[in-house]
């Protein structure tokens, strides 16, 4: 197949080759967003390549982006970290990864790194509040991609904030559950004071509401030891401890429940099997992201899809459109897609289990079915 050249690009988006060449050269500051958006859309349809050679030659140097990531101890993020590679080398470039356990002084160590090695785009994979510690880099020209990060009204004017819609995601989730019958629904995370995990349990919340239940009804499990503020590395034990937790106690205990990410889900199952409980049966869960192991375990995890592939693409194509003078910066928000599988059914009638620690679970009582 012939290699696609930059004029079929210009000609698909409706713009001049020298524009999609000021594009890919990070000459945008009197683009305008619209047409930078239709270029990025353009480039990733056509799987355009541009030749890295004759760029290197041009330019005296080999295009780099940086790619902080909160821990590739997460598939997801790992996942992620692969997709942008891939993406980044069809344009010509390549990507510095690095890890931040989403920790702010840990990101300003490597934003400032990247940038004293001369990186200057660089996608910031974070769901912190505020993006203050980047303030004076920012003035000074780099350009910031904030990842799985909604934009934030008192965000940088140049930042590019890339991100699925966290709230209708667990939206989405919660509808699945209520629809199945289940009215005791368990919200689990590490954390919520990340935005991406606040946004989900927003969407919980919301379709709680939504079919005219009470929200304090509903159990929210969050890491009582405070030990994972992220939940990406410890995300799987995190899941376990709240299964135990929500399972032991006097309360009723839920008929379901929705995980802030996959591996939280995981760890979740591997706890209800300590118990003596099954996945799907005695318990419905589901999870966020769809992880390569979601659809490995047994059973194969409900969980809420993000477009991978897309997201890495659109990142890559703006963390090289660097250069840009003034506010250019805007929010690409993405849907999510709910991937149904067997981790979820209709809550089952009230019976008796022992756990592992011999004492006795009331499981499937009246608060959860109709």
């Known amino acids: 197949m012939a290699q696609v050249t930059i004029q079929q690009v210009a000609k698909a988006a409706g713009v001049s080759p020298s524009t999609v060449s000021n594009f890919l ?16 859309k353009t480039i990733a349809e056509l799987n355009y390549r541009p030749n890295r050679a004759a760029r290197q030659l041009r330019t005296g140097r080999t295009q780099r982006i940086g790619l902080i990531v909160p821990s590739v101890a997460n598939p997801f993020w790992g996942a992620f970290a692969r997709e942008v590679e891939v993406a980044a080398l069809k344009v010509g470039c390549s990507v510095l990864l690095c890890n931040s356990e989403r920790e702010p002084e840990r990101e300003r160590r490597y934003v400032e790194e990247l940038w004293d090695d001369g990186v200057r785009g660089i996608v910031l994979c974070t769901s912190l509040p505020s993006l203050d510690h980047f303030a004076d880099l920012i003035e000074r020209g780099l350009h910031l991609v904030a990842f799985d990060r909604p934009a934030q009204p008192d965000d940088p004017p140049s930042v590019v904030s890339i991100s699925i819609d966290n709230n209708l995601g667990g939206f989405l989730a919660t509808t699945h559950l209520l629809e199945l019958g289940h009215r005791r629904i368990a919200f689990v995370a590490g954390s919520l004071r990340s935005l991406n995990r606040a946004g989900r349990y927003s969407g919980f919340r919301t379709a709680i509401e939504a079919a005219g239940l009470d929200i304090d009804d509903m159990p929210t499990w969050q890491d009582e030891l405070g030990s994972a503020p992220s939940g990406d590395v410890e995300a799987a034990e995190v899941g376990r401890r709240a299964a135990h937790s929500l399972f032991s106690g006097e309360t009723p205990a839920p008929t379901a429940i929705v995980a802030n990410n996959d ?29 390569v192991l979601a659809d490995l375990y047994d059973p194969p995890l409900t969980t809420v899809r993000q477009p991978i592939a897309q997201l890495a693409t659109l990142a890559v194509a703006e963390a090289i459109s660097t250069g840009v003078e003034g506010p250019a910066g805007h929010s690409v928000l993405l849907r999510p897609q709910l991937i149904l599988r067997e981790s979820t059914a209709p809550p089952q009638p009230a019976r008796i289990l022992t756990g592992s620690t011999g004492e006795s679970i009331v499981q499937g009582t009246a608060h959860g079915t109709d």
């Open 25 to 40: 050269n990070g000459r945008t500051n009197r683009m305008v967003p619209a047409t930078r958006e239709r270029i990025v």
């Open 263 to 291: 591996m939280t889900a995981l760890g979740f199952c591997r706890g209800l099997r300590d118990l003596g409980l099954h996945v799907g049966t005695d318990v419905s869960v589901i999870g966020f992201d769809d992880i």
